[in-house]
């Protein structure tokens, strides 16, 4: 997915965006920081942008905000801190190079004119449900419904269909 981005000019002013959506607990994350780790990139965890589980309704206005503010030199997003339930530090992302935008909703149809390349992760959703419960054993409830609103989201967008390369993540 590196050298398709790398092949394909920078749409989001100087810089490539990568988009890396899928369910939760598919393996966005890590494949973003795998990324991370083969090129310097920025990495925009979109789930940090959202203020709380009831949050990803706002995905548009907040991830617009930072896609925006790029195509006319450096974006800014602030962090919502989930655990203290508020609006904690801004963070600054350089308009060049590439930016990796990675979460539930990466792959918005509202910034696809700035996408280089969009990627879909999935796996299979019993592998899903054990990663999320070990990440929010005690929110199984918030889980469940975070799950249909990306569900819903996801045949709203089309995502899947759009994706420039799909990533088939399953645990052996």
């Known amino acids: ?33 795998a990324i991370a780790r083969r090129r310097a990139v920025h990495v925009v965890h979109v789930d940090e942008m959202f203020p709380g589980w009831d949050g990803m309704a706002l995905i548009e206005h907040r991830v617009g905000l930072l896609l925006r503010g790029l195509v006319r030199g450096d974006g800014w997003w602030r962090r919502w801190d989930w655990p203290g339930d508020a609006w904690a530090e801004w963070h600054r992302v350089p308009a060049a190079g590439l930016v990796v935008l990675e979460g539930v909703g990466a792959g918005h149809r509202s910034w696809a004119r ?32 975070w799950q249909a609103r990306e569900n819903a989201l996801f045949v709203a967008q089309h995502t899947r269909a759009r994706a420039d390369v799909v990533v088939p993540n399953r645990d052996n």
């Open 1 to 33: 997915m590196l050298h398709h981005a790398l092949a394909r000019p920078a749409r989001l002013g100087h810089a490539r965006l990568i988009c890396v959506d899928g369910p939760s607990g598919s393996g966005k994350s890590t494949l973003a920081a």
């Open 114 to 145: 700035w996408t280089t390349t969009l990627v879909w992760v999935e796996a299979p959703r019993a592998q899903r449900l054990v990663r999320g419960h070990e990440r929010n054993h005690d929110m199984d409830e918030q889980w469940r419904r």
